[in-house]
């Protein structure tokens, strides 16, 4: 089992920058695809980023592409999401997570097909 732990959230204004981090622990995540996902108040949980097991391929939603680059670094255990170009609409509780099973030639976008999750971390974007 792996535990999975963000950092880096906070309080930015439009047009700023964050990058977020992803900590695991347990166990190496080098063998999972791993991803980031976002929750809103009062909307569903939604696709961000994501990255196969050895960082070859990425995805991204419509709306971050162009703004955001998902990074990993295995020896480090660790997951990264630069965010640029904030935008209000940014706003939400970011989740890592990582995908046990998936493809080696490219990583999930539906959060069902992930297994292990963390506790979000908080971005706020003022305008």
């Known amino acids: 089992q792996v535990q999975l732990v963000e950092s880096g959230g906070g309080l930015v204004q439009a047009g700023g920058s964050l990058r977020l981090f992803c900590a695991a622990s347990?166990?190496?995540?080098?063998?999972?695809?791993m991803g980031w996902f976002r929750q809103a108040p009062g909307k569903e949980r939604e696709f961000v980023a994501a990255i196969t097991r050895s960082g070859g391929s990425v995805v991204l939603a419509d709306s971050v592409k162009g703004r955001f680059t998902i990074s990993r670094d295995n020896l480090r255990n660790t997951l990264y999401l630069q965010m640029n170009s904030l935008k209000p609409e940014d706003t939400a509780v970011y989740y890592c997570?990582?995908?046990?099973?998936?493809?080696?030639?490219?990583?999930?976008?539906?959060?069902?097909?992930?297994?292990?999750w963390g506790q979000g971390t908080q971005v706020t974007v003022s305008s």
């Open positions: 997570a990582a995908d046990v099973d998936g493809s080696i030639w490219s990583a999930g976008t539906e959060s069902h097909e992930y297994d292990y």
């Open positions: 347990g166990r190496t995540f080098t063998p999972y695809n």
